[in-house]
């Protein structure tokens, strides 16, 4: 039986504002197993990054908890990885300096950790690039790079909001196969906010269907579909029959 990593019991959030209150999440409910691939999909304006801010433990819930390996997030030593909609690489670094800036801020910059940062660049084709500066990149690889960063701390679950979005088409097909081959080979958990479907199934387990706000849960849709990669799932003839469930719940 999969082990539960994290855990969202009843989770409710209102905003606090000089004209009054707004709901911006409700009765939100969820469990996360270890290896699971999530994505959250929902209308424009839904609470989508909120979620996320609440999973991270960066916004505390007005109701409900949150649990990360059985313990209330706010207790637990698990550590969460979070990728954000742009690299946030510092241009006046190198890609080694960058990789290395988590480890410095938290004052884990020992060779063991240093040791397998090597491993990670070497192994995802940027071992010529360490002592290239950001500008220097593709777009795809500074999304590397940003992953990288965030694995030389070793989390045990990923959030990725959007890191996709700043992409254009063509270089964010190949970089979801990227990031997606990196997460699974690296056996991490990882919860991923869109507001594109097609990126959703094509990299997801499970896709959480959220209303409009306050955010709930309006449906969970595990996706079976064949491929070794998103750009293989979506050349199956049941991707296409999920895109349309999933738009339907959504227009709705």
Wanted: proline share 3%; net charge positive.
């Amino acid at each position: 039986m999969d082990k539960e990593i994290m855990k969202l019991d009843n989770v409710g959030l209102i905003y606090q504002s000089k004209n009054g209150e707004t709901e911006a999440v409700k009765n939100f409910s969820l469990s996360v197993k270890e290896g699971d691939f999530v994505a959250i999909v929902g209308p424009s304006g839904c609470g989508k990054t909120t979620m996320l801010s609440i999973m991270s433990g960066i916004l505390k819930p007005t109701s409900g908890k949150v649990f990360i390996g059985g313990k209330n997030i706010y207790e637990s030593k698990t550590y969460i990885g979070y990728m954000f909609q742009k690299d946030e690489l510092f241009e006046w670094r190198t890609v080694w300096q960058n990789i290395m800036l988590g480890l410095e801020i938290k004052k884990q910059n020992t060779s063991k950790q240093q040791e397998y940062a090597k491993k990670l660049i070497e192994k995802y084709g940027l071992i010529d690039f360490v002592n290239k500066k950001p500008r220097e990149l593709s777009g795809g690889m500074r999304q590397r790079v940003a992953l990288i960063r965030t694995l030389v701390l070793m989390p045990q679950i990923l959030l990725l909001d959007e890191p996709f979005s700043a992409l254009d088409f063509q270089t964010r097909l190949s970089v979801c196969d990227d990031v997606y081959n990196i997460i699974k080979n690296e056996h991490k958990t990882a919860i991923l906010v869109t507001h594109d479907i097609s990126e959703a199934i094509s990299m997801a387990d499970k896709v959480i269907v959220l209303t409009k706000r306050p955010a709930t849960i309006k449906k969970i849709r595990k996706i079976n579909i064949k491929g070794e990669t998103p750009l293989k799932r979506r050349e199956s003839p049941d991707f296409s029959l999920e895109f349309n469930n999933i738009w339907k719940e959504l227009d709705r």
